[in-house]
């Protein structure tokens, strides 16, 4: 059984445990958040025995063995590296860091402790992404990655009645690219390495982060596009296309239809609807690695998790963000 301790009270931090429901070796022991009492009502709802309002004390106490970070990205370093320090397993959600100079901190952390580091980036473990792996080779030289994630936020009305809710807040590392540009921005570095370079321009928004933006990466034998938003919608797929065929993926966040439409007109389904709630799968990697003794997942690499954070590092640059946390 591994004991968890969460950080953070919000919606993720609710799927995140709904998800874990179907895993036996999951065990909610502690509650973080900085009120207690929001600490001790998140705690009563889940049956977790203990509470922490100090990131520190936390640390140090023994009733968990892992931990699970849902705060906003700004705080995802400093929590994360005290924890490491004490010998805390880390599953930490993306962003992973506000920059690179932060990850990699916290990747020497988990090193040193040898302690487990891991994104918590669910689609690489969805079986329909597996499948697009798998059948790649398929669709012949590839020469294009496509991908749009655009989502009208919620919070975008407030932001416009006058209101800057914490979504759009540089304090807190956040904006479009780091919410869900991030979505697009991996899968690409998972299927084709880091791009030999990229150009990338956003709409600036007033309170300092980027409403929308896009990414263009390239490579010496394909392109990469992405486009990303938090104040309109796109209700396009995304599309990896190759000179024998396309691979198109309903969801890049979350693939569920996926199917490769050949040049000669014929269409092969690699769809494959995942059994669990779609955060099930990174937590059970997550709890297999542990009980391994791995300190690395093979899918959300370092390597992997410091190319992205690179791309966003550049594109963040490139676009005019710059983030409390960079000084």
């Not at 179907?22 to 049956?47: N, P």
């Not at 966040?253 to 059994?275: A, H, M, T």
Request: aromatic share 10%.
């Amino acid at each position: 059984m591994i004991r968890f301790g969460v950080i953070g009270t919000n919606w993720i931090t609710d799927a995140f445990l709904e998800a874990t429901k179907a895993i036996e070796d999951f065990s909610l022991t502690a509650v973080y958040s900085r009120t207690e009492e929001r600490a001790k009502k998140f705690a009563e709802k889940y049956q977790a025995p203990y509470i922490f309002t100090s990131i520190e004390e936390m640390a140090q106490s023994n009733v968990f063995d892992a931990v699970y970070i849902a705060s906003p990205t700004s705080f995802h370093a400093s929590q994360a590296i005290i924890l490491l320090n004490h010998g805390k397993h880390v599953l930490c959600e993306k962003p992973i860091a506000s920059n690179t100079r932060e990850l990699k901190e916290m990747i020497q952390a988990a090193k040193e402790n040898q302690v487990l580091l891991m994104e918590a980036l669910k689609s690489g473990f969805l079986p329909s992404y597996a499948n697009i792996r798998e059948n790649l080779h398929k669709i012949g030289p590839v020469r294009r990655y496509f991908a749009s994630y655009c989502q009208y936020s919620s919070r975008y009305d407030a932001y416009k009645e006058g209101t800057v809710l914490n979504a759009f807040k540089p304090e807190f590392s956040n904006g479009s690219l780091m919410d869900i540009g991030v979505y697009c921005v991996y899968p690409m570095v998972h299927l084709f390495g880091k791009p030999d370079s990229i150009k990338a321009s956003g709409l600036m928004l007033d309170s300092g982060v980027d409403g929308e933006g896009s990414i263009l990466a390239y490579y010496g034998e394909m392109e990469g596009m992405m486009m990303f938003s938090k104040i309109t919608n796109s209700y396009i797929p995304s599309e990896i296309q190759g000179e024998n065929g396309s691979i198109l993926i309903d969801k890049i966040s979350s693939p569920e239809k996926v199917e490769i439409r050949y040049r000669d007109g014929r269409v092969e389904d690699l769809s494959i609807l995942p059994e669990q709630h779609t955060m099930y799968y990174e937590a059970k990697e997550f709890i297999e690695l542990i009980k391994h003794g791995s300190i690395e997942s093979t899918v959300n690499t370092y390597e992997n998790s410091l190319a992205v954070m690179e791309i966003l590092d550049e594109a963040r640059q490139q676009m005019g963000i710059v983030f409390p946390a960079d000084q």
